[in-house]
């Protein structure tokens, strides 16, 4: 008799930018892909989700895309059955229906909010937690994503570290020193264009479009591409996730943002500079300055400062030249300690792993 397979539904609103649709569209693939389940990604604004998914139908209501089915979750998009597991990712609020639907079923589903990724302590003491519904018969639990054995660890599909060490092994050396930058358009690049203009080796800068772009033709006008100095900025598209884990895989120094590329930048361990998502009352900082604290803790204080200087530099604009400078000769030393952190990493269980071994244990 054939096994049915468990049904999960995954919710997912876009607040802004690509990293609620950017985590959610990559936890979807892999929980199908390599769990074997049947996955429903409800989002409620397709055009987000294009750039990183090109052969999605904006005007379908659903279709199915790498083995997940996509639903457009607008106010008329019915409840037609309640899966095994719901992930409500960042605290997104169900459909009132939806979530009555859950309390009449006869199995009761597993039910999980999925949180923000921070390094913060207090996410270790949070995850897992449950939280029953005030009038139904339901629980919802809390999965922190995290850096620690404690969490939920982060996503990373299956042989990723070793398709990342083939691709490097081939790569093929372009004389220059590459570099991606994925930023806000509040980051401050000014100063660090002119040093980049001025350094000894020629550097070839990769633009994705958007922020990144309108950020830097706010600093040298026009369109681009650009020959500044030594420095060459050139616009490039939109690319699939693989295909930009393969551009952060290719890249010497990879400019970050957000959480989900953050992530990526880890797995690829070439050094990185994090811009996290500027939030009120610059709570931000307390973040960026957790992850600091664990992703430095092993090093020597030289090298800490370092990171500290120029992280804390591009997101507070302050000291950007001097903070760079520092960054690029300890270079090689920070890729050697990001290929040990990539390794701690990984000893734990990947997001999606975890995961699927929590809801087991709740059904
Ligand atoms: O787009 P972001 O700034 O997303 C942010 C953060 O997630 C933030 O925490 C959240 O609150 C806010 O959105 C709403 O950065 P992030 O998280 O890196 O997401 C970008 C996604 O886009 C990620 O999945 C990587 C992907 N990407 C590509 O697939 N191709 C590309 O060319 C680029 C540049 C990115």
């Known amino acids: 008799m054939a096994v049915m397979q468990p049904h999960w539904d995954i919710f997912c609103r876009v607040i802004d930018n690509y990293g609620d649709i950017g985590v959610c569209w990559r936890l979807a693939r892999q929980l199908a892909s390599e769990h074997h389940l049947r996955v429903r990604l409800w989002v409620d604004e397709l055009p987000s989700l294009q750039p990183l998914c090109p052969a999605l139908d904006l005007r379908a209501l659903r279709q199915c895309r790498e083995g997940v089915k996509i639903v457009l979750w607008n106010e008329s998009a019915a409840v037609d059955g309640v899966a095994d ?43 897992g937690l449950a939280s029953p519904h005030p009038s139904l018969p339901l629980v919802k639990y809390f999965f922190f994503p995290g850096f620690s054995p404690a969490t939920g660890g982060l996503l990373r599909e299956a042989g990723l570290l070793a398709r990342r060490n083939q691709e490097i092994a081939q790569k093929e050396m372009c004389g220059a020193l590459e570099i991606s ?14 040093s980049l203009a001025n350094s000894q080796q020629a550097v070839r800068c990769y633009v ?28 490039i598209d939109f690319l699939s996730q693989q295909d930009y884990d393969r551009l ?13 590329s953050f992530v990526r930048a880890q797995w690829a361990a070439r050094p990185f500079v994090w811009q996290i998502y500027q939030q009120a009352e610059n ?20 090298a800490r400062a370092v990171l500290h200087a120029m992280f804390h530099a591009w997101n507070t604009g302050e000291g950007v030249g001097q903070a760079w400078a520092g960054f690029l000769a300890a270079r090689q030393q920070i890729a050697a300690h990001n290929a040990n952190w990539a390794k701690y990493l990984a000893q734990s269980d990947d997001l999606a792993t975890a995961l699927v071994k929590f809801c087991a244990s709740k059904v």
């Open 181 to 194: 930058l994925f930023c806000y358009d509040s980051a401050p690049l000014g100063e660090w264009l002119e």
């Open 248 to 260: 952060l895989w290719r890249c010497d120094i990879n400019f970050v943002r957000g959480e989900d």
């Open 283 to 302: 709570a931000h900082i307390v973040k960026l300055d957790a992850f600091l604290e664990r992703y430095c803790a092993d090093l020597a204080p030289d």
């Open 208 to 235: 994705p479009p958007g922020k990144p772009l309108a950020a830097v033709s706010d600093h040298l006008g026009g369109t681009g591409p650009w020959q500044h100095g030594n420095l060459r900025l050139e616009p």
């Open 85 to 127: 597991v719901i992930v409500e990712a960042f605290a997104c609020e169900l459909p009132a229906a939806y979530v009555q639907a859950m309390a009449e079923s006869e199995i009761r589903p597993c039910w999980i909010n999925l949180e923000y990724l921070t390094a913060e302590p207090w996410a270790e003491s949070c995850h």
